[in-house]
T-cell receptor
């Protein structure tokens, strides 16, 4: 079956610290991988995506590389800001299954203090 | 830029009451989804509609029904609410279901409490 496992939170960092949130997946076929972010009181919004092995998704200083050999898609940012405080979700969708919803990890809460 | 609109934003029900959560998207997307979000559980799929006229069960469909009224609208109905259905409900839509095109756009959510 398909599943996503991401590191437990909460993650608490000081401003300008380096961030890594680990995500590993199990999937049949060749999934597309996503990171979504949920700011307090809001819905989810796409942060970045990658569609094949060795692709790097990037947005707003965040990056994640699709590693097929380790089935991972870790999220990184070199210098976090207070405004990055949110819940981050790793997700996948099987490549060749039309009409299939996203499969989410449980989410990791990030709290950044100044 | 409305995107995905959910109504209501908040609702309190008594056990056994019924209600319908409404969702509409203005992006001409084919696929629509209903998720619930519970603490420590992430998002779990309740039902989805790959295209107008079709609906399918997701991971946690029990106690819910859905209607894809037209291409824009996808409603979620609780026939007899139970405290276990206390959750935050998110509607999402995507251009189509598979692979790289399956970027989903989410509404702001409906916070439901069942007493």
């Amino acid at each position: 079956g398909n599943s996503v496992t991401q590191m437990e939170g909460p993650v608490t960092l000081s401003e300008e610290a380096f961030l890594t949130i680990n995500c590993t997946y199990t999937a049949t076929g060749y999934p597309s991988l996503f990171w979504y972010v949920q700011y307090p009181g809001e819905g989810l919004q796409l942060l970045l995506k990658a569609t094949k092995a060795d692709d790097k998704g990037s947005n707003k200083g965040f990056e994640a590389t699709y590693r097929k050999e380790t089935t991972s898609f870790h999220l990184e940012k070199g210098s976090v800001q207070v405004s990055d405080s949110a819940v981050y979700f790793c997700a996948l969708t099987p490549y060749n299954q039309a009409g299939t919803a996203l499969i989410f990890g449980k989410g990791t809460t990030l709290s950044v203090s100044s | 830029n409305a995107g995905v609109t959910q109504t209501p934003k908040f609702q309190v029900l008594k056990t056994g009451q019924s209600m319908t959560l409404q969702c509409a998207q203005d992006m001409n997307h084919n696929s629509m989804y209903w998720y619930r979000q519970d603490p420590g559980m992430g998002l779990r799929l309740i039902y989805y509609s790959a295209s107008e006229g079709t609906t399918d069960k997701g991971e946690v469909p029990n106690g819910y029904n859905v209607s894809r009224l037209n291409k824009r609208e996808f409603s979620l109905r609780l026939e007899s609410a139970a405290p276990s259905q206390t959750s935050v409900y998110f509607c999402a839509s995507s251009p189509q279901g598979a692979g790289v095109k399956n970027i989903q756009y989410f509404g702001a959510g409906t916070r439901l409490s069942v007493l």
